[in-house]
């Protein structure tokens, strides 16, 4: 059974920080892109960070740009994000999502979500 499962949302001030954490199972996790997604609320998705399989290659929205960094671990199945000069505006619920693409298959995969809330 394919299983991303977040952890580490909350409730925080703004300019504080949290780590975002997904742990997958049941699928070859080295061999998709991992991606944190956002959806705020009213809103509609927001891709916010990818990270390539062997995390030579890492992307980020210009909105968390300086202040979020991406990671995983391959031997432990994880993808993190570090968020850090946290703001209002990043109040939202986070889904990590693992892609596979080839020429014969595709796959895609998500998170049940975890909230994130920046607020005083």
């Known amino acids: 059974e394919v299983q991303l499962v977040e952890s580490g949302g909350g409730l925080v001030q703004p300019g504080g920080s949290l780590r975002l954490s997904c742990a997958a199972s049941?699928?070859?996790?080295?061999?998709?892109?991992m991606s944190w997604l956002r959806r705020a609320p009213g809103k509609g998705l927001e891709w916010v960070s990818g990270?390539?399989?062997?995390?030579?290659?890492?992307r980020y929205v210009d909105s968390v740009k300086g202040r979020f960094t991406i990671s995983r671990d391959n031997t432990k199945n994880t993808v993190s994000l570090q968020m850090n000069s946290l703001k209002p505006e990043d109040t939202a619920v986070y889904y990590c999502?693992?892609?596979?693409?080839?020429?014969?298959?595709?796959?895609?995969?998500w998170g049940q979500g975890t909230q994130v809330t920046v607020s005083l």
């Open positions: 999502n693992a892609a596979y693409t080839s020429a014969w298959l595709k796959r895609d995969y």
């Open positions: 049941g699928f070859t996790f080295s061999h998709y892109y």
């Open positions: 990270i390539s399989t062997g995390s030579s290659s890492t």
